[in-house]
Structure formats: C-alpha cells, structure tokens
C-alpha cells in the first residue's frame, strides 16, 4: 500500500501565494504518477494537476494553468503544488493522489488518496 499526507494549507488573502506538499511512504514512490485534486462545498471533484514518476511530463487543470505548477522530489518521496495568484475560486479541501498512469490518476480513478488539507482563500 502507498499512504499518502499532505500539508501546507491554510486560509490566505486574494492573490496570495501557497505551496502544498503530500509525503508519501509505503510500497516504492517514484513508479507512480502522482496527482491533485480538489473539491469545494456543493461540487463535484476536480482535477488539478498530475506529474510522472520521473518529474519529467506534467499536467495542468486549464483552470489552473499558469497560476500552479506541479512538482515532484523522488529523493524526499513528495509531490508539491505551488499555488500563486489564487483567486477565491481556488477555496477548496485538495487531496494528493497516486497510480500508475497518467489516464488513471486524470480521470480521478487512482488507486491512493489522502485526506486532504484544506485551502481556504479570502478577498
């Protein structure tokens, strides 16, 4: 099994800059594709981001794109998301996630999830 933590929310004002960090230990790290995703009050799920096990291909939600980049340390067993420019709409619990494909982990059908941390922004 591959248990997942992340950390690194909090609440932070419109335009603001957060990084989030999910540790992950278990069964082998760097085989995995690791993702993001996040849902709010009253809506469904949304990817954010994904990252291979190499660092070397990323994915980004066009939502997001431009404002958070995903990243990855294979020597640290984490994958973090740097969220700048963040706009009210970003408020969110975000849950790291890991599996084997990129096609698994974009469609939300991974098989690791953490709990969550959560992201709250404020105008």
């Known amino acids: 099994q591959v248990q997942l933590v992340e950390s690194g929310g909090g609440l932070v004002q419109a335009g603001g800059s957060l990084r989030l960090s999910c540790v992950a230990s278990g069964r082998a790290f760097s085989p995995y594709v690791m993702g993001w995703f996040r849902q709010a009050p009253g809506k469904e799920r949304e990817f954010v981001a994904a990252?291979?096990?190499?660092?070397?291909?990323?994915s980004h939600a066009n939502s997001v794109q431009g404002r958070f980049t995903i990243s990855r340390s294979i020597a640290k067993n984490t994958v973090y998301l740097q969220m700048n420019s963040l706009k009210l709409q970003d408020t969110a619990q975000y849950c790291c996630a890991a599996d084997r494909t990129f096609s698994t982990v974009v469609a939300g059908g991974t098989g690791y999830w953490g709990q969550g941390t959560q992201v709250t922004v404020s105008s």
């Open positions: 990252i291979s096990w190499n660092g070397g291909t990323t």
